[in-house]
């Protein structure tokens, strides 16, 4: 009998400590040393709404004015209207005879004046600019990118004119008496058959700065005056050349003649005076 008790009591304090020892080997894995769950989470999904594209136009002269227009809209403007800053349009028809038309600001795409119109630039900017028939432009401000005259129109730069490009197809007249005054290239062109070779193509310059001067091949009678030369090449009465100088300010100027077989017609004026 109790050679029973002892067996019975070494088998329950056996069980008690296998009990204890599972439990302290449960609370290691619990502890500090426990493998930590790896959570996996979904990707956040970003919902955004799609942007549009839009077709931009170039800026003008550089600058950072750009947007897109229909150039079927066209706005047209007659005698003693004006643009100020905050106007924007696409296309500008100026019409109407003798018509006064002063642009002190805003943005302008393309401006197309017709028939015995002035145009007053005082500030703003242009992209494009087309001018026909016996018109008449001003330009003492802004920026201008291209104008193209067709016919018998006049060109003045005054005061702080910038503009990139000047095409001539006719007898334009042009006139730049300041040196603040900034053109990049004037250019003629009479081989389309526009301009008769018996009108008088005038380019008066009295300052400015220029960088190129192409006579094609234009009758082109022009006046110089206020400069010293510097350099001057000629290819014959039939040939080709070029004409370098300073203007009283400092700034240099070229003037090329780029069509060998008409540089005959091309006369200067007061290349001995300074």
Known sequence: ??????????????????????????AQKTGANAAIPTVVLAPTVSRTQASVKSVTEEPVMGSDVGRSFDRTMVTTLTDNASIAEGDDYGVVRVRGHHATVTITGGVIHELIVEDTNKIILEGGMIKEMYIYDHCRVVISGGRVGTVSGYGENTVTFKEKAEIETLHSYGATQIIVDSNDASIGTIQYFTKCGCVDQSQNVQLKLAGGRFGHIGTGSSEVLIHLTGYSLSKSAYGGDHGFGEVRGRWKDGAEFSIHFTDKSTFGHTHLLDLNSK
């Open 1 to 26: 009998m109790n050679r029973l008790k002892i067996v019975f009591s070494s088998l329950f304090y056996c069980v008690i400590a296998v009990l204890v020892y599972a439990g302290s080997g449960c």
